[in-house]
Each structure stands twice: as C-alpha cells, then as structure tokens.
C-alpha cells in the first residue's frame, strides 16, 4: 500500500511506500532533509518537521525523540524525520522546520571573527595571505614527512630480513 505525502512550504509531494522512513520519503522526492546530520539516523534534530495532517499514520515517538524533543515539541506535533516511520495508508502533510543557525558558543571564536571584521581591507588581505602562507607551509611539510617516514620503514624491513637472512647463513651473527 502506498502513502501520499505531501511536504510544505515546498508542496512536493509523491506516494511512497508504506514503512518507509519520513526522511527516506523527503530524500526520494527531493526534498531537503536532514542535510545538516553528519551520521544519518542519529541525535542531532536536522530532520525536524512537523504533521500538519496523518499523525494516525506515524509510528510512536521513538525513545530519542522522547529524550531530544521532549514532552513539549512532541505535544506540538513536532517529530524528527529520521525516526518517524509511516506505518499506515493515507494522505500525509508534513512542514520542514528550517534548521536553525549554528550558534557561536565558543567565545574565542567569535572574537576572531569580531576582530576580522573590524580590520580595514588591507590587513583583511594582508591576514588572509598570511592564513594562505601557514596552510600551505604545513601541506609541504606533511608531504615531507611522509616519504621520510616511508623510506625510513621499508629501511628497517631491509635490514631486519637481511639479519634474518644471516643468522640462517652464520648462527654466530
Ligand atoms: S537526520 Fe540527523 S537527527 Fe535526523
């Protein structure tokens, strides 16, 4: 049996399968959902939506939307996508909650940033050329050592099978 889903503000839609995974219907039809997450079905609420009609078709909240959303979010029919699975046949309209921007908790960070900006456009570039400089010395450097490193381990494989060999040749070596 197929589900018709329809996503807002988008209005996309399509059928797809029933037991399909909300976030597996968005991704099938085009949708973009969940694009923040680094793991897919994991703990970071990128693929928050809300059921705007056919929650009777949505599986139970799942133990990490109990714990990530809470009583509250979920009372407002909010539910992550990837955990939210259509159990049932139906029409179905989801809205995408839009991610919200990263917040800048690290305080050194965000003085970096406030510095920068206050900069005049010639040490902008002057920082910026610098930055360039640092990123490609420490490129050369770790080519550098790669093969030094290699070298250095085929060498002592060298030398350990031609002691292996000369021990077999002259017991007393
Ligand atoms: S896709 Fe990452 S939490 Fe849902």
Redesign the pocket.
């Known amino acids: 049996m197929s589900v018709s889903i329809t996503f807002e503000p988008s209005g996309i839609g399509g059928d797809v399968a029933q037991g399909t995974y909300l ?1 597996d219907a968005a991704r099938r039809l085009g949708v973009s959902l ?1 694009t923040g ?1 680094t793991s ?8 928050l939506i809300t059921v705007t009609s056919g929650s009777e078709l949505l599986s139970s909240p799942s133990g990490v939307e109990e714990r990530l959303l809470g009583t509250e979010l979920l009372g407002e029919s909010h539910r ?4 939210t699975k259509i159990e049932n046949h139906g029409d179905l309209v989801v809205t995408v909650v839009p991610p919200k921007p990263r917040p800048v908790n690290d305080q050194a960070e965000a003085d970096l940033f406030k510095t920068f900006s206050e900069l005049p456009l010639n040490k902008k570039i002057a920082a910026l050329l610098q930055f360039e400089t640092l990123t490609m010395s420490q490129a050369f450097d770790t080519a550098l050592e790669k093969p030094l490193a290699l070298g250095s381990r085929a060498f002592d494989a060298v030398v350990a099978r031609t002691r292996s060999v000369r021990s077999k040749i002259d017991p007393k070596e």
Do not use: D
């Open positions: 976030i969940g997450c897919g079905k994991t703990e970071c609420p990128s693929c992550m996508a990837c955990q």
